[in-house]
T-cell receptor, first 113, second 114 residues
Framework: EAEVAQSPRYKITEKSQAVAFWCDPI?????LYWYRQILGQGPELLVQFQDESVVDDSQLPKDRFSAERLKGVDSTLKIQPAELGDSAMYLCASSLGLEETQYFGPGTRLLVL | QKEVEQDPGPLSVPEGAIVSLNCTYSNSAFQYFMWYRQYSRKGPELLMYTYSSGNKEDGRFTAQVDKSSKYISLFIRDSQPSDSATYLCATTNAGGTSYGKLTFGQGTILTVHP
């Protein structure tokens, strides 16, 4: 069964450092989402791509976060500089299209010290 | 106030019990309602998907939506220890600038003990 792949699974960094997360969606899925899940809360959308274009990045803290999906396949989410409050699980999801079922990857758990 | 409110629990029940999980939402534009299950250190997986008001059953799971009261429920019959997980309700509307965006509740932690 096809799955969304994410790496790394765990990342520990010091504040002010740069971190990057990678996501490979299910093959053929045009829509890709990055969510952030703080411990004890539900996921919150950071950015949504349709192919290589950003559909919604209204909740992305653009002063420190950036996301790209250059060829409309895999995607990278970057944080620079990381802050203590960025400690969370970063989830990637993909779907065939904008209103289709979203399938989530295992997530990257980030700890900022 | 969050758009989707969910009692975080934790909820602990004996094996075989009927479990009721609930959410309320505030945005009348929400039309699609989902329940996701999330095991520890894993990503959420879709359990149930319903559109508008009504019931939907899948094995031991029943999802119920009441749009008049903006209330979403998930019932688990004959609960098993393998059902122990965090259950997240989620909603979305169709079209507009929020196309496809899921709004989640904070999740309810369920433990089913043998």
């Amino acid at each position: 069964e096809a799955e969304v792949a994410q790496s790394p699974r765990y990342k520990i960094t010091e504040k002010s450092q740069a971190v990057a997360f990678w996501c490979d969606p299910i093959s053929g899925h045009a829509t890709l989402y990055w969510y952030r899940q703080i411990l004890g809360q539900g996921p919150e959308l950071l950015v949504q791509f349709q192919d290589e274009s950003v559909v919604d990045d209204s909740q992305l803290p653009k002063d420190r976060f950036s996301a790209e999906r250059l060829k409309g396949v895999d995607s990278t989410l970057k944080i620079q500089p990381a802050e203590l409050g960025d400690s969370a699980m970063y989830l990637c999801a993909s779907s065939l299209g904008l209103e289709e079922t979203q399938y989530f990857g295992p997530g990257t758990r980030l700890l900022v010290l | 106030q969050k758009e989707v409110e969910q009692d975080p629990g934790p909820l602990s029940v004996p094996e075989g019990a009927i479990v009721s999980l609930n959410c309320t939402y505030s945005n009348s534009a929400f039309q699609y309602f989902m329940w996701y299950r999330q095991y520890s250190r894993k990503g959420p997986e879709l359990l149930m998907y319903t559109y508008s008001s009504g019931n939907k059953e899948d094995g031991r799971f029943t999802a119920q939506v009441d749009k008049s009261s903006k209330y979403i429920s998930l019932f688990i019959r004959d609960s098993q220890p393998s059902d122990s997980a965090t259950y997240l309700c989620a909603t979305t509307n169709a079209g507009g600038t929020s196309y496809g965006k899921l709004t989640f509740g904070q999740g309810t932690i369920l433990t089913v003990h043998p």
